[in-house]
C-alpha cells in the first residue's frame, strides 16, 4: 500500500545551526501535509501544515517545502534551539481518505549544545 | 482552553481481558479519531467519529471498537487483549467539517498487556 516515510531516522544539529528534516510521499492524491513534533510522554503537536497547491509555507522559525514533482516534503527549523530536541512526524491525506493520517515513521531530532 | 483529555494515562491487563479507554475532545470539536503508536508499526489509524458516526476505519481486527456520545466524548474498547496490542493510543480531535483538518491530539494512554 501507499505510505509516507521519512529519510533519515536520526538528526543531530548544533545549537544554533539550522535543521533539515526530510520527507518522501508515495500517494500522488494526497492534497495537504502536516508535519508533527513529539515529545516523549506527550502525543504529536502540531508544527505546520501545507496544501498540495502551495509549494512553501513559512511559520514561526520553521518552513515546510513541498515538491509534487517528486513527492517530497521537507522541514526547515531555523536557529535550532534545545527545546526543538523530539521526534518529529510528516502526515499526508487527502479528500479521498476520508480524514484518516497517514504518518511517516519519525525522525528524531537531537540538539547539541 | 482546555485540551484533548484522554483517560487513564497508564493501563496495565493481562492477555485476554478487555480494555476501554475515554478521549474527551476540545470544546466544540465534533470529530475524534483514534491512533495505535507502537515502535515497530508508528501511528496506525484505528477509526474516526463524527456527531456519535464511524465515518472511516482503519485495518484493524474487530476487536478494536469505539463509540462516539452525544457530547462528542470517545471510548475505544479493545477486547481479548494480545500482548502485540501493547502500545501508546492516541486520540485526535478536530472541528470535522469539509476541509478541515486541524487535528489536537491528547498524550495518549499507555497499555501495557502483560
Known amino acids: 500500500g501507499e505510505s509516507v516515510g521519512l529519510h533519515l531516522p536520526t538528526l543531530s544539529v548544533q545549537e544554533g545551526d539550522n535543521s533539515i528534516i526530510n520527507c518522501a510521499y508515495s500517494n500522488s492524491a494526497s492534497d495537504y501535509f502536516i508535519w508533527y513534533k513529539q515529545e516523549s510522554g506527550k502525543g504529536p503537536q502540531f508544527i505546520i501544515d501545507i496544501r498540495s497547491n502551495m509549494d512553501k509555507r513559512q511559520g514561526q522559525r520553521v518552513t515546510v517545502l513541498l515538491n509534487k514533482t517528486v513527492k517530497h516534503l521537507s522541514l526547515q527549523i531555523a536557529a535550532t534551539q534545545p527545546g526543538d530536541s523530539a521526534v518529529y512526524f510528516c502526515a499526508e491525506t487527502s479528500s479521498g481518505s476520508a480524514r484518516q493520517l497517514t504518518f511517516g515513521s519519525g525522525t528524531q531530532l537531537t540538539v547539541l549544545p | 482552553k482546555a485540551g484533548v483529555t484522554q483517560t487513564p494515562r497508564y493501563l496495565i491487563k493481562t492477555r485476554g481481558q478487555q480494555v476501554t479507554l475515554s478521549c474527551s475532545p476540545i470544546?466544540?470539536?465534533?470529530?475524534v479519531s483514534w491512533y495505535q503508536q507502537t515502535p515497530g508499526q508508528g501511528l496506525q489509524f484505528l477509526f474516526e467519529y463524527f456527531s456519535e458516526t464511524q465515518r472511516n476505519k482503519g485495518n484493524f481486527p474487530g476487536r478494536f471498537s469505539g463509540r462516539q456520545f452525544s457530547n462528542s466524548r470517545s471510548e475505544m474498547n479493545v477486547s481479548t487483549l494480545e500482548l502485540g496490542d501493547s502500545a501508546l493510543y492516541l486520540c485526535?480531535?478536530?472541528?470535522?467539517?469539509?476541509?478541515?483538518?486541524?487535528?489536537?491530539f491528547g498524550s495518549g494512554t499507555r497499555l501495557t498487556v502483560v
Open positions: 470544546s466544540g470539536h465534533r470529530s
Open positions: 485526535a480531535s478536530s472541528l470535522g467539517g469539509t476541509g478541515d483538518y486541524g487535528y489536537t
